[in-house]
């Protein structure tokens, strides 16, 4: 079945650092993939999306780029503030077919001042 | 205004009882789900309703039963709660399945603590 790979966390990273969080999937066809970000105490609010092979979603200084040949949708921001720190979560749905939503295992990210 | 919202926020009760969940949204969406939420922060789907109607069902215990009144409200009703069942449950809604957006959009989160 369907199934996403995300880096173990916890991330922990000085306010300005870079941030990478990397996202793998294994899926058949071609699915929609998201990243989501669950605040501290909140729900979950997407933060990106790609639906096809070589898109790129951007949002709040975050990118991830759809790779279809590496079957990857990795998270990065070049500057990340304290404000970021939350957990992270990458996600893929395959369109027309259950409409279910699948979830990697999530990665804290805390960023320091 | 709530697009997607929960009550209660906070839920703790005894083994052996029987609880509810509620999950409102008011997107006009057609399409509701329950995820769970376990310790380590893993989400997964449980149910899922189009129009009133179950269309996704996982490997769930029978003690769950989801119930829609409406295609607005999606309820969660729990059997012998269990320490196990001891979980964030989150609500989401979608709009028109079929679309190549397929975004769901989460209510804040039910926190069920089983003692």
């Known amino acids: 079945g369907d199934s996403v790979t995300q880096m173990e966390g916890p991330v922990t990273l000085s306010e300005e650092a870079f941030l990478t969080i990397n996202c793998t999937y294994t899926a058949t066809g071609y699915p929609s993939l998201f990243w989501y970000v669950q605040y501290p105490g909140e729900g979950l609010q997407l933060l990106l999306k790609?639906?096809?092979?070589?898109d790129k979603g951007s949002n709040k200084g975050f990118e991830a780029t759809y790779r279809k040949e590496t079957t990857s949708f990795h998270l990065e921001k070049g500057s990340v503030q304290v404000s970021d720190s939350a957990v992270y979560f990458c996600a893929l749905i395959h369109q027309g077919g259950s409409e279910k939503l699948v979830f990697g295992k999530g990665t804290k990210l805390t960023v320091n001042p | 205004d709530t697009a997607v919202s929960q009550t209660p926020k906070y839920l703790v009760t005894q083994m052996g009882n029987d609880k509810s969940i509620k999950c409102e949204q008011n997107?006009?969406?057609?399409?509701m789900y329950w995820y769970k939420q376990d310790s380590k922060k893993f989400l997964k789907i449980m149910f899922s309703y189009n129009n009133k109607e179950l269309i996704i069902n996982e490997t769930v215990p029978n003690r769950f039963s989801p119930k829609s009144p409406d295609k607005a409200h999606l309820n969660l009703h729990i059997n012998s709660l269990e320490l196990g069942d001891s979980a964030v449950y989150f609500c989401?809604?979608?709009?028109?399945?079929?679309?190549?957006?397929?975004?769901?959009?989460f209510g804040p989160g039910t926190r069920l603590t089983v003692l």
């Open positions: 997107l006009g969406h057609d399409t």
């Open positions: 989401a809604s979608r709009g028109a399945a079929g679309g190549l957006y397929n975004e769901q959009f």
């Open positions: 790609a639906t096809k092979a070589d």
